[in-house]
């Protein structure tokens, strides 16, 4: 495949040491489970309390109240035969007791992250909205917090901007760890801005967090994009509080929990990241971080022309830059060939789809040719075990696998979104998978379960926007060939200088301008975003 352009990363939505993210094309996203919190089930993604781990789905390219491309948040719920489309509930600006109102452009649900943030046993699910204009703050962006309860979702509560009128697309990156150690579950909110914000737990329903930290994530100055692209918790050191992974443009950064706020630990050295993902891959009670290289400057980083995923194993220091993996579809028992822009690492999820007891890596490549179908996509899942992740046993799934629904086609992005959850409670983490260009842009998702066998596609389904009942008035398709998705709506044609820089972009991703008339609509047309 021949593409010169490179896409922006979507960062997962974390909570612990399970992260998951996933991008639909139509504008829904999809927040996927991630660590245990407190009473009722004790399941940090359980909206409703019913014991069963839920799928949210964020759809920022949703009509809601009348207006294009306000945003939605759908949730599917887990039960005894895991996730349908049947049983869903949508919630946008426009729902009762949800704060702000729906507008044009807002683009509400284009990040997400969950956790229990008021301690009251159910799953709370954060939603941002980084393009949102917020009073005179052109593009300020908003965080809202959406509670669960015994009926699922309902009202919410607005995190507020620190920086009220920095035109900063606050909440543009989200993730849900216990950061200063004191048990209670914290919020990590990014912005086009150097700093990355800390609410502290103890969140209520009228009042927000109980306080608020912030540290300096080593962001460069005019580089491009712009802020803490991705943010990721997990606790590597084992020492009771959740570390800080912060992926930009200047690197990814490892900062460690503390009560006074994150320290820096380390940088891992792997370039810029499109995707980032964390668990305890070898069990041995250090978290793990895996960052995915899914586009390479094949001049100056030989390792794997098209994308590679990085483990770094935890340790009693911390992350540990010296035990690592590196892992492409060159890599022994990975099934498929390494060619150029497949987009291998694009997409991250963590889960044990086997039951084993170990978690296993689900990888993403959207960019996959399959036959003459371009960028139709795939989907990889290596196995983890006592010596940590391995090649050997991985799995590959595409909508050309026996059992898959659909067809390979181009421009579907087959796996530019996935989440790894047990929805049905049998012990095995379900795999979801997000194909941002199926249905002209539209989206749509699919659902293969776990055994102990890893991954079937015997029994997957499939659900699109309309099955969820996310409209699609006012919007109109890309035509031709792929038409990329910005995400925040700031990536830049191919030798175009980013906003408020004076240059041209210089080791950072960009994207050749395809067949959209108007480039800024470019997926922003689609319905189906970011699976958590």
């Keep these: 495949m021949s593409r010169s352009h490179h896409k922006r990363s979507r960062r997962p939505a974390v909570l612990g040491a399970t992260a998951v993210a996933a991008v639909l094309a139509g504008g829904l996203l999809i927040t996927l489970p991630g660590g245990a919190s407190a ?23 949703a009509v809601a109240g009348g207006k294009a491309k306000a945003g939605a948040v759908v949730v599917n719920y887990g039960s005894s035969s895991g996730i349908s489309a049947a049983r869903h509930k949508i919630t946008s600006q426009s729902s009762s007791g949800v704060p702000g109102a729906s507008e044009t452009s807002d683009r509400f649900g284009t990040e997400l992250a969950h956790g229990d943030l008021n301690n009251d046993g159910y799953g709370d699910l954060v939603v941002g909205a980084p393009v949102e204009d917020v009073g005179g703050d052109a593009d300020g962006g908003s965080v809202t917090i959406l509670w669960g309860g015994s009926s699922g979702l309902s009202g919410g509560t607005t995190i507020s901007d620190p920086n009220a009128s920095g035109h900063d697309r606050f909440g543009q990156s989200l993730a849900v760890g216990d950061f200063t150690g004191d048990g209670k579950a914290d919020l990590a909110v990014g912005s086009t801005g150097k700093d990355v914000w800390i609410f502290k737990g103890g969140f209520t329903k009228s009042g927000g967090a109980a306080g608020k930290l912030r540290f300096d994530a080593q962001i460069e100055s005019g580089a491009y994009p712009r802020g803490a692209v991705q943010l990721a918790a997990g606790d590597f050191d084992d020492d009771g509080a959740a570390d800080v992974v912060v992926g930009s443009a200047a690197g990814n950064f490892v900062y460690r929990g503390a009560s006074t706020g994150p320290t820096l630990q380390t940088e891992v050295g792997t370039g810029y990241a499109g995707a980032l993902t964390v668990a305890d891959f070898d069990r ?81 490549a959207d960019f996959e040719t399959i036959g003459s179908a371009d960028q139709a996509g795939s989907v ?12 050997t046993g991985a799995q590959s799934f595409d909508q050309g696998t026996s059992g898959v629904p659909g067809a390979n086609e181009s421009s579907d992005l087959f796996g530019d979104a996935i989440h790894l959850a047990d929805h ?18 539209d989206g749509a998702v699919w659902v293969l379960r776990g055994s102990t066998g ?35 709506g700031d990536r830049q044609p191919e030798g175009a200088a980013p906003e408020d820089s004076g240059a041209a972009p210089s080791v950072v991703p960009t994207y050749e301008a395809r067949d959209c008339a108007d480039r800024s609509a470019q997926g922003e047309a689609r319905q189906l975003g970011k699976l958590g």
């Design 39 to 61: 009473a009722g089930s004790g399941l940090a993604d359980d909206f409703n309390g019913d014991g069963y781990r839920d799928l949210a789905t964020g759809a920022p390219g």
């Design 284 to 364: 041995d009670g250090h978290d793990d971080l895996v960052v995915g290289t899914d586009f390479v400057d094949v001049i100056s980083d030989r390792t794997a022309k098209g994308g590679y995923v990085t483990v770094f194993y935890g340790g009693a220091a911390g992350v540990d830059t010296t035990r690592s993996a590196v892992f492409s579809q060159d890599t022994a028992g990975v099934p498929g060939a390494d060619e150029s822009d497949d987009s291998f690492g694009g997409a991250l999820a963590a889960g044990d789809v086997n039951g084993d007891g170990y978690p296993d890596l689900a990888v993403g």
């Design 380 to 391: 990889w899942v290596l196995r983890g075990g006592a010596s940590g992740l391995t090649g």
């Design 424 to 441: 049905n409670k049998d012990g095995r983490a379900d795999l979801s998978v997000g194909a941002g260009g199926e249905n002209s842009d």
């Design 454 to 488: 890893g991954l079937k596609a015997t029994g997957a389904v499939s659900f699109g926007a309309s099955s969820v009942g996310i409209g699609n008035s006012g919007r109109t398709p890309c035509s031709g060939t792929p038409c990329r998705a910005p995400e925040h």
